[in-house]
């Protein structure tokens, strides 16, 4: 059975009549009832539905337009190739010659970029070594072994952090806020094509490197690796353009590679000498601007990458071991470099962690549970870290300068509160045998060359600090707490490497090994 055909109706000219015009007309109205009926019953449900949750839709509506007034002072920027016309003649016009020099001036600002980087590290360094040093000096000298002096030493510690972390509050609240925290978002956010107003300006980076100085210095739990990222794409940044804000300078007869495209490339150079600053560690710095920075990364860009970190960790090796000029300079052609890093990887053989440590089978359901646990402390701490920076951006905002720094303080007043309480009431243990005065080592040991300078003490007093403890005794917890960051993780992966054993009868090569980890 044949369906009947439907047939469309012409519309109707204003002012004609006609079947067909009042049919569609008709229909045309039908439609549109239909309609209107449909949005009213949406406007009542949305009607309603404001009406029940008019608080929270008055707080979403405040939280989009502050929002939205924050996006207003950022702008987004394309990193693609320009590909016109016009700049295709202009590539065809430019000589082969100019070509070549720019393309041996990317080189020559890449190994710049790395050296300038590692200049910087190493002035960090010199400083938070001098912080620390004179810190936990002047704590000591006013602890006697086998006294309970505490107050006048946990005054002049808390002094000491509160102070020095207090200047850094005061850097990044008050003169360069894009200074704070690690700059690591920053600069990922740049190099994925958000320009950010300040971020590779002079004084961020001066503020920056400051701040951490005196964070470290404080004892505030932190570290470089960061600060370090963000400094570096500021020096990639700077002398890729060889103009600075900051200083009003603009080199007129350098401007090859001010396109936004070549400015990205440098910073991201500049970010992979700074983690490679860091950690002494080339390729890892390579590795980092390619996996967590730049979306944008090609094989040219990769090598001279590789040239900046290289340089960089060249540079720092140079500056470590020239600082020995002062002392003996004669020794400088014969020096070997690369031993001054922050962690060292022995072989079995070497470090001899098969006599101090084994498992049995039977334990590997065990090291699976550790696993488990680790896992969800891992997810624990993750939520909780969202949960405190979700409170931060509430109740500490950018907006709030004052909080901000109050909030340094009292983070460093209770971090210095439980280092120095934990040292104060830790347990003593004897000092190794091996390092007590009448020794066979204790000579050999004795002075240790630590980081780039000389410094005429023992490892005993070094590492296993007496603090309020018997003179042959260390404090357990001191030990991990009372000392530089650096010097706490460092023994904690060299303990036990060694058998120092031997050294009671002549040094061996258990006695150079043992010297070798606590001076790396």
């Not at 000219?13 to 949005?39: F, H, I, Q, T």
């Amino acid at each position: 059975m044949s369906q009947p055909r439907l047939q469309p109706q012409a519309p109707s000219e204003p002012g004609g009549g006609g079947g067909g015009g009042s049919g569609a007309r008709g229909a045309y109205l039908e439609s549109e009832e239909l309609a209107a009926m449909g949005a009213a019953a949406l406007l009542d449900i949305s009607e309603q539905q404001t009406r029940s949750d008019a608080h929270l839709s008055g707080e979403a509506a405040a939280e989009l337009a502050d929002l939205v007034g924050r996006m207003r002072g950022y702008e987004s920027q394309s990193f693609d190739p320009v590909d016109s016309r016009l700049e295709t003649i202009k590539r065809a016009a430019t000589p082969a010659r100019e070509l070549r020099n720019q393309e041996r001036l990317r080189w020559a600002l890449s190994a710049l970029i790395g050296a300038a980087m590692g200049v910087i590290a190493f002035l960090v360094n010199v400083g938070i070594r001098g912080l620390l040093r004179a810190k936990f000096g002047s704590v000591r000298a006013l602890i006697e072994p086998g006294s309970s002096a505490f107050l006048v030493p946990f005054l002049v510690y808390v002094a000491w952090a509160v102070g020095l972390s207090a200047a850094a509050g005061c850097l990044v609240s008050f003169v360069e806020p894009l200074a704070a925290g690690s700059g690591i978002p920053e600069l990922k956010t740049y190099l994925n094509g958000v320009q950010l107003p300040r971020l590779l300006r002079l004084h961020t980076l001066v503020a920056k490197l400051i701040g951490i100085m005196f964070t470290i210095g404080g004892g505030l739990i932190a570290g470089k690796e960061g600060p370090f990222v963000h400094g570096g794409g500021i020096v990639g940044s700077g002398l890729s353009q060889m103009a600075s804000v900051s200083l009003g300078w603009s080199a007129r007869s350098l401007r090859h590679f001010r396109d936004r495209v070549s400015h990205r490339d440098f910073t991201a150079i500049g970010t992979a000498a700074g983690v490679a600053s860091a950690f002494n560690a080339p390729i890892g710095g390579v590795l980092f601007a390619i996996e967590e920075g730049a979306s944008f990364y090609s094989s040219t860009l990769l090598w001279r990458g590789f040239l900046a970190t290289s340089t960089a960790v060249v540079s720092i090796q140079l500056l470590e071991r020239l600082t020995e000029l002062f002392v003996e300079p004669a020794s400088f052609v014969n020096e070997k470099l690369g031993v001054h890093r922050d962690f060292g990887l022995y072989s079995d053989q070497q470090a001899k962690l098969s006599q101090h440590f084994w498992w049995f089978i039977w334990e590997t359901p065990i090291f699976a549970l550790m696993g488990v646990a680790g896992g969800l402390f891992g997810v624990f701490f993750v939520r909780l870290n969202l949960l405190v920076m979700a409170w931060r951006r509430k109740h500490v905002p950018p907006t709030s300068p004052l909080r901000r720094l109050l909030e340094v303080v009292i983070i460093a007043l209770a971090t210095a509160t439980v280092v120095f309480m934990l040292s104060y009431v830790s347990p003593c243990r004897e000092k190794p045998e091996y390092l007590l005065p009448g020794s066979n080592c204790t000579d050999f040991f004795n002075p240790v060359d630590t980081e780039a300078f000389t410094i005429d003490r023992s490892i005993a007093d070094e590492y296993f600090p007496t603090l309020w403890c018997e003179q042959d005794e260390y404090s357990v917890f001191g030990q991990l707490l009372l000392v530089p960051l650096a010097h706490a993780l460092k023994f904690l992966l060299h303990l036990s490497e060694t058998q120092a054993a031997a050294c009671l009868t002549g040094p061996s090569e258990d006695a150079d090994m043992l010297k070798f980890n606590f001076s790396a």
